[in-house]
């Protein structure tokens, strides 16, 4: 026999063994015992909640003439044709792909014929919001005037997509997603009933991962099992779920925390290394931050929705981190999450994070040294200083802000300080006196140099400096000096307030190519407007050098070959991410 899926072989048969919808299941039972039974449902809530299991348990129920209690019997011939779906008249429709007017169209054609073995004809219509308007509307017409015993349970995981006269004809429920302990009871009865060894922690880490969903969960489950013999073990949990270890999620935290860039880099690169996905262990950083808050306020909510395993570096970072500095995180932590869906380098995003976080960590009170992390020293010095010459100057801004009444009242009543880093951004000048001489004297020739000893530049830097050149690279260079694009503005800026970095690049060309080139940084969505700036200047000079000479030239000629000496045809125009 072919293996059958976990969550089909386990599939709720009565309303008793749903998991995690207890009120739900309670009214549906108390509608069929006391003959209350409404023509229409919705059932609304996230995916693999339990949505259609319920919709099939109660059309058994209605229908089972051994009911008991609101239970089907699960053993009547009606029972089992409907588990089977071989009853005609209960009608499974998925509306995903069976969206079209003339689907519904039939229905409201035979939904007048009376049921031929059941007591009820009973319409299951999963994902009912994908129904196109058409459709709805013949829907409608349906449910404005039922027939006798047929009853439609319209089921999906988006409600507010469904028309409001949809909604105002069904008795609504609203399916919860299953909190991760239920999940984890679910699962362990499984696996005891398959007599299936198991790792306890590795079965937590699933249930985690699952988000509510139960099918989801034996999903995951069934996947971590192929991976096993006959066992669940939690580095497969770990493989399957794509989760990161706690010990380590509580390490990186730390060090952010502790404001120890250089070692969460460090951490973050073996996280990356071990091939976990960087969206996914973004959630997982939310999700361990978002715990340390709530365990600030609520203990033994997280207690529970740990399952009971509070480990005591994390109980330590909650005790030791003040809830200002969660918050900031997590804002941080939402805002890249969103930059990621759009990226083709999450891995960039997640060191960008982490410099981000560990800056937070850095600024936001004293460096909360964590039992993983308790000799790691503060990074960089030089950047302390930027920093807080910069929280320094916020201060002032702040205090100015309050003297002027005018601005005052535009200040948002909370007047708080915004985190550094976004003050920063995009304030950053380029320094045009020290790019134009270099465009003067560039050639393309010694641009192919640097571009090709470039990789083993970034090699020789430190684990910082190079997360922070990692996305650069040189579009021009002279005799004079050599200017570095960003593909990133943040990247820029922390570039150009980083003298260290400037020394050890300048070092590094001088040992590679025998002169301390000069290193200017530009951002690589403001190099195209300083190049045109440049040759527009530079015009002028060729076209007054050319009118004495030939007059009739083409103007553009020069123009066009000196942009092309300059930075080669390949770099002209810039990608966008
Ligand atoms: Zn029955």
Redesign the pocket.
């Given at each position: 026999m072919a293996y059958q899926a976990l969550y089909r072989v386990w599939r709720p048969q009565r309303f008793e063994d749903m998991i995690g919808q207890g009120v739900i299941t309670r009214t549906l039972k108390n509608a069929i015992t006391t003959n209350q039974i409404s023509h229409a449902y919705l059932f609304a809530g996230p995916r693999g909640t339990g949505k259609t299991s319920a919709a099939k348990i109660f059309a058994?129920a209605i229908?089972?003439?051994?009911?008991v209690d609101g239970e089907?019997?699960?053993?009547?011939?009606?029972?089992?044709a409907i588990t089977d779906g071989t009853l005609n008249d209960v009608i499974e429709i998925d509306a995903a792909s069976n969206n079209g007017v003339e689907e519904i169209r039939d229905i409201r054609d035979k939904v007048k014929y009376a049921p031929t073995v059941a007591d009820y004809k009973v319409y299951i219509i999963d994902e009912v919001h994908m129904l196109s308007t058409g459709a709805f509307n013949a829907l409608l017409k349906t449910l404005e005037e039922p027939p006798a015993n047929v009853i439609f349970i319209l089921a999906t995981t988006e409600p507010h997509k469904i028309p409001a006269t949809i909604i105002s004809r069904t008795q609504r429920f609203d399916f919860k997603r299953i909190a991760a302990s239920d999940s984890y009871e679910r699962m362990i009865y499984i696996l005891n009933q398959k007599d299936v060894t198991y790792d306890e922690q590795a079965v937590k880490v699933i249930a985690k991962a699952a988000e509510g969903g139960m099918r989801d969960a034996l999903s995951i489950l069934d996947q971590a099992l192929s991976f096993g013999d006959n066992e669940i073990t939690l580095d497969n949990a770990l493989l399957v779920t794509g989760s990161v270890a706690h010990e380590l999620l509580a390490t990186f935290v730390g060090q952010t925390l502790a404001g120890d860039t250089k070692a969460a880099l460090a951490t973050l690169q073996s996280v990356l290394e071990a091939g976990k996905d960087a969206e996914r262990f973004t959630e997982d950083i939310i999700g361990y931050a978002r715990d340390l808050l709530l365990y600030q306020q609520a203990p033994q909510l997280v207690e529970e929705a740990e399952m009971g395993s509070v480990s005591d570096d994390f109980q330590a970072l909650a005790k030791q981190t003040p809830a200002q500095t969660m918050y900031a995180m997590i804002n941080e932590l939402n805002a890249i999450q969103q930059q990621m869906r759009y990226t083709t380098h999450p891995d960039v995003y997640l060191e960008i994070l982490t410099i981000k976080l560990a800056e937070i960590g850095q600024q936001q009170g004293q460096p909360a040294p964590t039992p993983t992390v308790a000799a790691a020293p503060v990074a960089e010095p030089a950047a302390v200083k930027v920093l807080q010459r910069e929280v320094e100057q916020l201060q002032q801004t702040v205090k100015q802000l309050q003297a002027t009444p005018a601005a005052a009242t535009t200040a948002t009543p909370a007047a708080k300080p915004k985190p550094r880093v976004a003050k920063s951004s995009g304030t950053k000048e380029v320094n045009l006196a020290k790019v134009y001489p270099v465009l003067g004297s560039a050639t393309r020739e010694k641009l192919n140099q640097l571009q090709e000893v470039w990789p083993d530049l970034l090699n020789s830097l430190s684990v910082t400096q190079r997360a922070v050149m990692k996305v650069s690279q040189p579009v021009a260079a002279a005799d004079s000096g050599v200017i570095v694009a960003f593909d990133y503005s943040f990247l820029y800026q922390r570039a150009t307030t980083d003298n260290e970095l400037t020394d050890a690049l300048e070092n590094g060309l001088d040992r590679m190519i025998g002169t301390a080139l000069p290193v200017v940084f530009v951002p690589k969505d403001e190099w195209p407007v300083i190049r045109k700036n440049y040759l527009a200047a530079h015009q002028a000079e060729l076209q007054d050098h050319s009118d004495s000479e030939a007059p009739k030239q083409p103007e553009t000629a020069p123009i066009v070959s000196k942009a092309e000496e300059l930075f080669g045809k390949d770099i002209v125009e810039v990608k966008p991410d």
């Open positions: 058994k229908n089972c003439h051994h009911q089907p019997c699960n053993e009547c011939e009606t029972c089992r």
